[in-house]
């Protein structure tokens, strides 16, 4: 059972079927779990290879715990692994529509920061819109996990990859905005 | 890292800051965004309708200082060209003007992009055919 290195994918060392849709409290439980199953203290008198396995099964189970808790980190982690690269995207998945609001927003921010109170009040209405959207996107994006664990293909994760971007981007928005509203 | 004294320049004197009416049927308007960093940038070119030359260009980037000295270098190349020289103008030769390193080059991508999208825009509104390599974006 302890030869060899343990399972790298994150799924693998957690038992469970590659999902993007995740019970996280059923993850906690079984992280809990093998947590104290593999770890070292309790494997440091049963030789060498043993401990090897549980020092590293342990350092991939915390990794994975990090990214599998999260769900845009967990879709990350599968689109990686289906071959979607975050880099080679280029300003194409923030609609035009939207990004004339990003920049009136950004204009916005730049007014307030300099101690203008009326782009202050855009601010703070803008940041209500977008976060909006944003809930929007988490909406989306788990309806996307639920439909490719049912039924997976590149389709699927093609909107999810674009998705994504859009929410990130958004997401330095309202992080922005929330920071000039302080 | 530290910025080309290229890139230095063009951040603290950014050329042709500013905006143009949109609305205007000889000013062609790009809107660009950069997801991975949040950098938005706006590019207008105002085009003397007789001559195809364009006769001014604004910018105005919220960004790093690569983002803004790549459009304010555009900028500056775009006044003077045909529309259809503007259209060969690319983000290499942006990358190798400002010594641009390699992660970010994106700016540079932005830049080109933000041209084709205002040149987009401009024959949009005379009625033209627009390129057809960035028609899919």
Aim: glycine share 6%.
């Amino acid at each position: 059972m302890f030869s060899g290195p343990p399972p790298s994918d994150y799924f693998a060392i957690f038992g469970i079927e590659k999902k993007l849709a995740l019970d996280v409290e059923d993850l906690q439980r079984r992280f809990y779990a093998n947590s104290r199953e593999w770890h070292p203290d309790r494997h440091a008198r049963a030789g060498a290879a043993q401990l090897a396995y549980a020092e590293a099964a342990s350092a991939m189970l915390n990794d994975a715990w990090r990214v599998l808790r999260d769900p845009v980190a967990r879709a990350e982690y599968v689109l990686k692994g289906e071959g979607f690269n975050i880099s080679e995207q280029r300003g194409r998945d923030v609609p035009p529509e939207l990004l004339e609001e990003v920049f009136d927003l950004n204009m916005a921010l730049e007014e307030a920061r300099n101690g203008d109170a009326a782009a202050k009040a855009e601010v703070a209405i803008a940041l209500a819109k977008f976060e909006r959207i944003l809930s929007e996107i988490d909406s989306a994006r788990d309806g996307i996990f639920v439909a490719y664990d049912a039924a997976p293909s590149r389709e699927a994760l093609g909107e999810l990859r674009s998705l994504l971007n859009r929410r990130k981007y958004l997401q330095n928005l309202v992080r922005d905005a929330r920071a000039a509203l302080v | 890292m530290a910025y080309s004294d290229k890139v230095v320049d063009h951040y603290n004197n950014p050329r042709n800051v500013g905006s143009m009416d949109k609305a205007r049927t000889d000013v062609g308007t790009g809107m660009v965004g950069a997801p991975e960093c949040g950098d938005v940038m706006k590019l207008q070119i105002q085009v003397n309708t007789d001559t195809g030359i364009i006769e001014d260009a604004k910018f105005k980037t919220f960004g790093c200082g690569s983002a803004i000295a790549s459009s304010s270098l555009a900028t500056e190349w775009l006044k003077g060209k045909t529309v259809d020289e503007a259209l060969d103008i690319k983000n290499t030769d942006i990358v190798n003007e400002l010594s641009l390193p390699p992660v970010k080059i994106h700016c540079s991508v932005l830049a080109e992009d933000a041209i084709k999208a205002a040149i987009n825009d401009y024959r949009a509104k005379q009625g033209a055919p627009v390129a057809a390599e960035t028609v899919a974006h």
